[in-house]
């Protein structure tokens, strides 16, 4: 059974940092692609970043050099590091796989970690 499990949330001054992290198993998590995808309160989803099986990495233009996605494939987990967060931050934060042999296909999702930014 696939599992994909968020921890890290919580509140945070703006200007602060936070690291999620995502733990993974029953597939091969090496083997796919990984993203970081958030909704804030009453609004739609949005990707946020990508990891590829190979580490490269891709964000959003609203996080990029602020936030930095990363992988332990020995440790089957996935993390975003989240520096100098502001108010429109504040969301939640799941952690999605690809389909193998996609980098765009996610099939499933974590249940999600709660961002707040707030002074």
């Known amino acids: 059974e696939v599992q994909l499990v968020e921890s890290g949330g919580g509140l945070a001054q703006p200007g602060g940092s936070l690291r999620l992290s995502c733990a993974a198993s029953?597939?091969?998590?090496?083997?796919?692609?990984m993203n970081w995808v958030r909704q804030a309160p009453g609004k739609g989803l949005e990707w946020v970043s990508r990891?590829?099986?190979?580490?490269?990495?891709t964000y959003a233009d609203s996080v990029k050099g602020r936030f930095t996605i990363s992988r332990d494939n020995a440790k089957s987990t996935l993390y975003l590091q989240i520096n100098s967060l502001k108010p429109e931050d504040t969301a939640v934060y799941y952690c999605?796989?690809?389909?193998?042999?996609?980098?765009?296909?996610?099939?499933?999702w974590g249940k999600g970690t709660l961002v707040t930014v707030s002074s």
């Open positions: 999605t796989k690809c389909e193998p042999g996609s980098w765009w296909d996610m099939d499933y």
């Open positions: 990891i590829m099986t190979f580490g490269y990495t």
């Open positions: 029953g597939f091969t998590f090496s083997s796919v692609v």
